[in-house]
């Protein structure tokens, strides 16, 4: 059971884990034991094989930290001090590449499609046609900040036909979205331990060719983000360079085999797409509406329009939320009103259920009748449709 002093984290991140996940928490390892180096290896292989990687063409390189940290690893040991990366930014998280490039004192150019709009690959072809010198393509695999699912897969062939890099900051998708390296080209990926797997925060893991981390070597502005070097150590010795995060392993290892006994990847995308359809078709009979039309709407965390009644305040309905055992999400845009819902984490259709009926409890709470946007913010979604 969960109460409300132990709720359901509908978040993209801390998420609801398994108690079993939790519970391989509750004994210490220590870093040079044989036993946690078998770990570190079984984790780096199974994330592999999550991955496609039957050739034996990537590594795994897991590294202390959250996902941005990951992220700013893979940017600042793969792209060259004299790069050039195109960001494709439509959110917070493709904003925050182009900031961490700007820290890194590596050029990039932004494209920056807005809130919800995806990049497509007719615009980053035009893009990379008109200049020759841009050396890597960064894009976000499901944005979260909106939940949109960005077309990866055509801008990986734009890319590659038109002799680019590609990274991809894939923390929200890996694991539930297909992502696989012998159809997706790709030089590098990021995740993190606290997303579709579902384990507990503390570190993220770079899936890059082991000839793009050969590559790597002396690129990086950081010693402790240091791809090549986490890499070599990690090869040589089966060690975390530094202090690892021994329990967020630990109970990584646990998450991975409750991945692999749901059935892998393709299993966790049915039981998330069915969250979001329950939540979805829940919530529009409330009057809620999604932000996003179908075919860009991810089953990784749906983002709604905030009720148009005067009466509805985000702060009051989260409160009345949590008192019901659910933690939901502000929203992250810039131009309108609206709230988040995750999908994923180790919760199903029937607590997605539960939600929607403390939904209903919170709006009578609130005293709004019906949780219908502004006509106005629909707009928004005529540009997704055209
Ligand atoms: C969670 C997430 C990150 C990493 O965020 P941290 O707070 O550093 O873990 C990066 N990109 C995306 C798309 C994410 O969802």
Redesign the pocket.
Known sequence: MTTPADPYLLT??PLTTAASTKEAMLRDWGSWDADFREMTARLRRSLLDIAGDTNGDYDCVPLQG????C?EAMLGSFVPRDGHALVLANGA?GKRMATTLRYLGRRHTVHDTGDYLPPRAADVERILAANADITHVVV?H???SSGILNPVEEIAEVTQRLGRRLLI?S??AFGAIPLDVRTLPCDAFVS?AN?CIEGVPGFGFVIAKKEVLRDAKGNSHSLALDIYDQWDVMNRTGQWRFTPPTHAVAAFIEALRLHTLEGGQPARLARYARNRDVLVAGMRSLGFEPLLTEPWRSPIIVTFFSPSDPAFSFERFYELMKAQGFIIYPGKLTTVESFRIGCIGALDESVMRRVIEACGNALASLGVANGAPAPASLGAREALAA
Do not use: A, I
């Open positions: 993209p991140g959250s996902g941005s940290y992220v998280y976000v499901c944005e979260t900051d923390m929200s993190s997303k």
